[in-house]
């Protein structure tokens, strides 16, 4: 006898994640493409299923999560295909990330009661501040060392 797949969770959510930095193409994996396959990866809970809803390949999405700069990405991955089951701790911005959560944004995924909803993608107002931080950091290290 099948166990019935377990429900998400409601106080569980997947958690935001910047989307992997890539060239620009109409057909490739965009942020909100990205967004989407976490999405449909918890609702059905199979790889090749939410790939295929959002128009890639089942490979693609696997070389996705390995590529260089993919760990905010591959976190949600893992939260979205236990079913929001798996308790991560929540993950710090790298300094690269920030500048991309900044400009880009951070992902967004919607599930409600195991169904996905959406994606949003917006500036995070946080790492804009941490961002300008570093860079008044920076500036303030130039004049010292100009002052001497």
Not at 53 to 69: D, P, T
Request: glycine fraction near 8%.
């Amino acid at each position: 006898m099948l166990k019935p797949a377990p429900r998400w969770p409601a106080y569980k959510r997947i958690p935001d994640f910047v989307p992997v930095p890539l060239r620009a193409r109409r057909d490739g994996w965009t942020p909100v493409r990205q967004g989407e396959f976490v999405g449909w990866l918890a609702q059905s809970g199979s790889v090749a299923q939410a790939a295929v809803f959002v128009g890639c390949s089942r490979a693609s999405a696997y070389a996705l999560r390995r590529r260089e700069g993919a760990q905010g990405f591959a976190a949600a991955w893992d939260v979205a295909a236990s079913r929001g089951m798996l308790d991560l701790p929540l993950r710090k911005l790298t300094p690269a990330e920030v500048a991309v959560a900044a400009q880009v944004g951070l992902v967004r995924v919607i599930v409600r009661r195991g169904r996905y909803l959406g994606t949003r993608i917006a500036p995070h107002d946080g790492a804009l501040l941490r961002h300008l931080a570093q860079f008044d950091r920076a500036c303030a290290r130039i004049n010292e060392e100009n002052l001497w």
